[in-house]
């Protein structure tokens, strides 16, 4: 049930992009959409979910979702993985990295990264929550920032992503 909750707020997330994303002031001037991916990579993504491992079907439903943004021009996305660089053993909190950071036209480089993937590690929400805010370069313009959480887990380093969630919205 909680896998389908995440796909069910990943699909949420993602409607308001099939809109025209114009400037509501200016209809010529197009609005900046960023899309941040936090991508779950720990251990448990080797867990087993309907037919195939949570990890290839993540990867799969990110990869498809990457090629359907690939056409609106006014779009960059980035990718923050956790869970990726250190052994669960070592309950490493502060595992948590951006892989790839904001440009136009980075979406290969998203889905190769996304092949390279090998999950191992803990489930630092919160933390990557938090790191993600220094993700997003300088506001200046009609820009919409979003960030889509694409996890199976629950965190395990003691943080309260809600409230994380919160404050970023603030």
């Not at 114009?22 to 001037?29: I, K, L």
């Not at 919409?144 to 919205?169: F, K, M, W, Y």
Request: net charge positive.
């Amino acid at each position: 049930m909680k896998a389908c909750r995440w796909f069910l707020l990943f699909c949420c997330l993602w409607l308001p992009l099939s809109g025209n994303c114009q400037n509501t002031g200016n209809r010529n001037q197009p609005a900046l959409t960023r899309i941040l991916f936090i991508f779950d990579a720990s251990n448990s993504m080797w867990g087993e979910w309907q037919s195939d491992k949570k990890i290839h079907i993540a990867n799969r439903l990110l990869s498809k979702m990457v090629d359907s943004l690939e056409s609106y021009p006014d779009v960059q996305i980035a990718l923050r993985v956790y869970g990726h660089q250190a052994d669960s053993k070592l309950h490493d909190c502060n595992d948590t990295k951006l892989e790839v950071p904001f440009s136009y036209n980075n979406f290969p480089r998203v889905k190769q990264k996304l092949k390279t993937l090998y999950p191992k590690g803990t489930t630092p929400i919160a933390q990557s929550l938090l790191a993600c805010e220094k993700d997003f370069p300088p506001a200046t313009g009609n820009i919409r920032n979003v960030v889509v959480l694409i996890t199976d887990g629950i965190e395990e380093c003691s943080g309260d992503p809600c409230a994380v969630s919160h404050a970023l919205q603030r």
